[in-house]
């Protein structure tokens, strides 16, 4: 999505309703489950599945393209920044802390500013993810897997399979940006 366009524009404009929307959220009281059920419907803007089951504090950028199976748990502290979409198959266990991340911006300095970058994530059915994992545009995670505390996923993880892990490894080098903006 290029920046500075009435998309774009539309765009942000949903952000800031939607951090509005979660900062009332988190204050209603824990037992307030009639006032956190018509927070979500307005962050989601379709009703939650009477299944789901979200521990405030949750932080969403834009709440529209989330998708929920049934049977889904997203412990505290999480972040669903879903632009490009997520999707959450049945049964899915998500720990503390997990950002779910759909979005970002070119790596080449000189584009940085110019676009939003998006891709969807998919979570397949069964899966868990432990506290503080991070889950990057583009990935889908296969049915009955395991994303260990911490771990930094930003390729596909196949169908029943345990991954961890944060290891950096250079990939490539940038262009140097042309001028400072």
């Not at 949750?58 to 393209?65: E, I, P, T, V």
């Not at 748990?73 to 997520?86: A, K, S």
């Not at 390729?155 to 490894?169: A, H, I, R």
Request: aromatic fraction near 8%; glycine fraction near 10%.
């Amino acid at each position: 999505m290029p920046t500075r366009t009435p998309e774009s524009k539309a765009f942000a404009a949903r952000v800031q309703t939607v951090m509005a929307l979660c900062a009332e959220l988190n204050a209603l009281a824990f037992t307030d489950t009639a006032g956190r059920a018509a927070k979500f419907t307005q962050i989601f803007g379709r009703p939650a599945p009477d299944s789901l089951s979200i521990l405030p504090p949750f932080y969403s950028d834009y709440g529209l393209h989330t998708s929920f199976g049934d049977r889904v748990f997203i412990n505290q502290g999480c972040f669903l920044l879903d632009y490009g979409g997520i999707t959450i198959g049945d049964r899915v266990l998500i720990g503390p802390r997990v950002t779910l991340s759909t979005s970002g911006h070119p790596v080449e300095p000189d584009e940085r500013f110019d676009y939003i970058t998006h891709a969807p994530i998919v979570i397949e059915d069964n899966v868990w993810i432990g506290a503080g994992a991070t889950i990057a545009p583009g990935v889908t995670i296969g049915h009955d897997s395991v994303v260990g505390a911490g771990t930094v996923v930003a390729k596909d993880v196949p169908p029943l399979s345990v991954v961890t892990g944060t290891n950096t490894v250079e990939r490539r080098k940038l262009n140097p940006p042309s001028s400072r903006h």
